[in-house]
């Protein structure tokens, strides 16, 4: 599949890359070393990176462009297979569509696909394309390529961190990047972030099954002065790693009356969970959005049935 992705590339002018709506750190570093990656190699090509921002825009900047710079143009997708969570939906207007993911969710908008989700990151998938395909890195892509491997990795601590995990970072380390650089632009933390962290930690609760939870409503963003993405995806983890707790999950309302729901697992399998509601992802990490507050008790009675059905 490599060698077709290579194929489309060089057969087009114009490339425009897309990716999630509300990115991590992954979605950012991924489209972000792309477009790095096909300048450098491809230097009288047209690359385009477009989408919403937030605070990985440290990794690059999105372009702005009309919607006449899609005709006969390449779009890929990365870190997103599904079309209700692509950001620009301008990627219609393109000839051809590739999609390169990682996560457990087959395409619905792709013309090529390519999904492995042996690859912990999205990222790693591109370091590893280029890598296979001699292409050319230079420290700007290995930077971002860098930023999205740490963060969907948490910092190489997830499970499905692999040896292969380690020799592409090793490999994009050699390219120059500066790692405490990148990390302070991670984990640098706000002192309202901060509170935020302890508002978790005193405050989160345990169903009968012992699924550490978090309901969010509008108030709690706009007490600590943060945003929704903060909330939900940043703030999941604060209740990993304790005893007892296998599964945990995080129920955030947004301004347009929508349920963020980020779940995470230690070692049983909760993506089937998120697809129930119309969501997916990884096997251990995943999430969907739901329509009220309320239906959160519907997801935790089912995480709570499958911790019954696995520890009988």
């Keep these: 599949m490599y060698n077709k992705i290579k194929e489309l590339i060089e057969e087009y002018s114009t490339i425009i890359i897309h990716r999630h709506f509300n990115p991590d750190g992954d979605a950012y570093g991924t489209q972000m070393g792309l477009k790095s990656i096909i300048k450098l190699n491809y230097p009288n090509k047209s690359v385009y990176a477009v989408g919403d921002v937030n605070q990985f825009s440290f990794v690059g900047e999105v372009d702005h462009i009309d919607d006449s710079v899609y ?27 590739i999609v390169i993911d990682h996560h457990l969710n087959a395409s619905n908008v ?3 696909e390519l999904n492995d989700p042996t690859h912990i990151a999205c990222a790693q998938i591109i370091a590893d394309f280029a890598i296979e395909m001699n292409l050319e890195v230079n420290k700007e892509a290995a930077r971002a ?10 910092r190489f601590k997830y499970p499905a961190t692999s040896a292969k995990t380690f020799e592409i970072a090793a490999f994009l380390i050699g390219k120059g990047i500066d790692i405490q650089e990148i990390y302070e632009r991670l984990y640098t933390e706000t002192f309202n972030f901060k509170k935020l962290r302890g508002y978790f930690i005193n405050n989160f609760q345990l169903t009968k099954k012992k699924v550490a939870y978090m309901k969010n409503d509008l108030t709690v963003k706009e007490h600590f002065n ?15 790693d304790l005893e007892d707790v296998e599964i945990w999950a995080n129920f955030t309302l947004n301004e347009e009356q929508q349920v ?26 995943c999430g969907c ?11 935790l009675n089912d995480l709570d049935q499958l911790l019954e059905e696995v520890n009988q």
Aim: proline share 0%; no cysteine; aromatic share 6%.
């Design 110 to 112: 792709a013309d090529t």
């Design 71 to 97: 005709k006969n143009a390449l779009v890929i997708i990365v870190d997103v297979s599904v079309s209700h969570l692509i950001s620009d939906d301008r990627y219609k207007l393109a000839d051809h569509v």
């Design 145 to 154: 390529l860098f930023t999205g491997i740490a963060t969907d990795s948490g």
């Design 289 to 299: 959005t739901l329509n009220s507050l309320e239906e959160s008790d519907l997801v």
């Design 226 to 240: 943060v945003s929704t993405f903060i909330v939900s995806r940043g703030m999941v983890n604060q209740m990993a």
């Design 260 to 285: 963020f729901v980020e779940l995470r697992s230690k070692r049983h399998s909760i993506v089937h969970v998120a697809r129930k509601y119309g969501g997916g992802g990884h096997a251990l990490a």
